[in-house]
């Protein structure tokens, strides 16, 4: 079992930079693959980014080369670096995580998730 809260969301201008991170609890956060999704109004929830246990990143093509995401298994943390941010990606971010060595872009594949962080970016 393992309970996540994210922190860091806020209101920041097109073009501008952004850093949300994940809090998780347990003692075997390092075996855990976490991801990153995001729920905007009206939308589904879609994936962001992930990250291995061992450190290998995955991102959605309308991120890649935009935003970061990165772990501190010492402190039980994820984050995610958001640049050049976009009006259209305004949504919840949501941090999930699995207790797998396999990484997945689906939802349905993690079993935690954290209560969401607003990320609100004007045009």
């Known amino acids: 079992q393992v309970q996540l809260v994210e922190s860091g969301g806020g209101l920041v201008q097109a073009g501008g930079s952004l850093t949300i991170s994940c809090a998780a609890s347990?003692?075997?956060?390092?075996?855990?693959?976490m991801g990153w999704f995001r729920q905007a109004p009206g939308k589904e929830r879609e994936f962001v980014a992930a990250?291995?246990?061992?450190?290998?990143?995955f991102y959605a093509d309308s991120v890649k080369g935009r935003f970061t995401i990165s772990r501190d298994n010492a402190k039980n943390t994820v984050s995610l670096q958001m640049n050049s941010l976009k009006p259209e990606d305004t949504a919840i971010y949501y941090c999930?995580?699995?207790?797998?060595?396999?990484?997945?872009?689906?939802?349905?594949?993690?079993?935690?998730w954290g209560q969401g962080t607003q990320v609100t970016v004007s045009s």
């Open positions: 999930a995580a699995r207790n797998s060595a396999v990484v997945t872009s689906a939802r349905y594949g993690y079993p935690y």
């Open positions: 347990g003692r075997t956060f390092s075996r855990y693959a």
């Open positions: 990250i291995s246990w061992e450190g290998s990143t």
